[in-house]
């Protein structure tokens, strides 16, 4: 063999050959990584809009703030009146249809151009199969991933159809809770689907003969393409019986700690983000917590909790029931959970996740970590609503500004910070008129100047609704209103169903993709009508 200076120059120029193949390799990998954390240009395929949860569509160029006053509306899809429900199914749009889920159970594929139906899955023949009642409204949001679409359920189910004709792939319970339901929108990573799993026991505690609680919420992983689960992470430890309560009903505890929200993802570690809730019974658990899994595994890298003990269900604000929420007698019935999805993103070279709570406050930490970083009271007194005061839904981060919305904060405020210290950069309060012109005028008993949504900007844009029924376009470098849309209104339908808008929804927010927004407004408060809320979409002339 040659030891000379030739196989030096040779050996030189084969570790340049190799280290090269290896950077083009490596910089092919984040770039197939890149297809799917993000998507394709006037794509909005998932509610975070990507794996960081940034909620910004920064690919919009046809509405700016010059062109904005334009937007007119263009369709508006009926759903039918059913009692009680508060739908906030946020649309995905991909390859020019737009999914979404539907009040009485069914899952809607439509042009989203022009709103006409290309296909509908109704779940209850799934839900039949598995001896369980049909249905109520589909409140996850979609997420679109090749040609499969994703969603849960308000029975604990998730499901996976194909995305050009509505056949079911797969469905899978995700917890045998008769109260179960998946809130939260699914995140879909190489080759996983993340979502959490949530809970209607709170509410059932109106009935103080219930025997509260047996539920605790959970992180699941299932394989996206057999449904097959790979990991649960439990939010507290399995409830058990401690007694009764003062009508002989069984008491059980610890319970609650559900998954309300969409998780987010630092694909550089393989972190996965969710934040929890609070309580029902008991005082045990990742109680309001934001937590960072293994996305791989499962396994816990870190846990800062925000505020513990917080114990509390729907028991807790009837008059007179105080022996139904023992926290009551200490103060710590807050309702102070994670409701809102976190936002990935980077302060100089140093990764951080940001994420808001019902108590107002927006909290920043190391993504490695756990670290606190910053956090930001956006709520004076937090206590005056509990978590019906703070930041209920989402957040969005457009590269230069944090913004977040506050809910019955007296009145609820849109904010700009800055992401790497957290200082207010402007504010902008629900506005003062909102409640006194368009449909909600007419009912000031109802109507309250409040945020309701989660954050969405686009280029130069915030999108906002309220309760008022007003769907708002903030710039985003002054919080001035650019444009607003009354959404409380008879519409007449693509789909021939009724519709009467009413406040704009909640569980998701409006979504920006192809030069069209599109939004639910179908949520509390329901302003009297005896049709059904509307999906609306919007479009420049």
Known sequence: MKTGPGAVRFGTALVALLTALV??????????QDAEARPKAGDWSSWQYDAAGSRSNDEESRITPASVGGLGLAWAFGHPKVPGVYLGSQPA???????AGGAEGTFQALDAKTGAARWTFDLAPVAGAHSVAAPDPVRSGPAVQGNTVYFGDNRGYLYALDRRTGALRWSLRLDQHPLAQITGSPLVHDGLVYVGVSSRESGATFNLSYP?????????????ETGALAWRYWTTPEPQRVGSWPNGADRSEPSGVAVWSSPVLDRESGTLYVGTGQNYTGAAGDTDSVLALNARTGELRWRSQEAFPDTFTVACNIPGADAY??????????????????????????????????????????????????DRALVADPHTQGGSSGIEWGTSYDGTRLYAATWFAGPGTLSALDP??????????????????????????????AFTPAVTTSP?????????????????????????????????????VPAHGTAISGGGGAVVADGMVYVQAAYYPQYPSDAGGALLAFSLP
């Open 325 to 374: 929420c023992p926290s009551k007698a200490d103060g710590t019935d807050h309702d102070w959970d994670f409701g809102a999805s976190a936002n990935v993103f980077s302060i100089g070279h140093r990764r951080v996740v940001g994420i808001g709570q019902k108590n107002g406050v927006y909290h920043v930490y190391d993504a490695l970590t756990g670290a606190k970083v910053w």
């Open 212 to 224: 509260c609680c047996t539920f605790r919420g959970s992180v699941v992983a299932v394989d996206a």
């Open 23 to 32: 950077l083009l390799a490596a910089t092919n990998g984040a770039g197939a």
């Open 460 to 496: 130069g844009l915030v999108w906002e609704g309220s309760t008022d029924g007003k769907l708002r376009a903030f710039s985003a470098s002054t919080g001035a209103v650019l444009w607003q849309y009354d959404a409380v209104r008879d519409y007449t339908t693509v789909n021939g």
């Open 93 to 99: 749009v991909v390859d020019g249809t737009l999914y």
């Open 420 to 449: 790497a210290t957290g200082a207010v950069l402007w504010q902008t309060e629900s506005p003062a008129d909102g409640c006194q012109w368009g449909g909600s005028a007419g009912y000031p008993q109802l109507c309250q100047r």
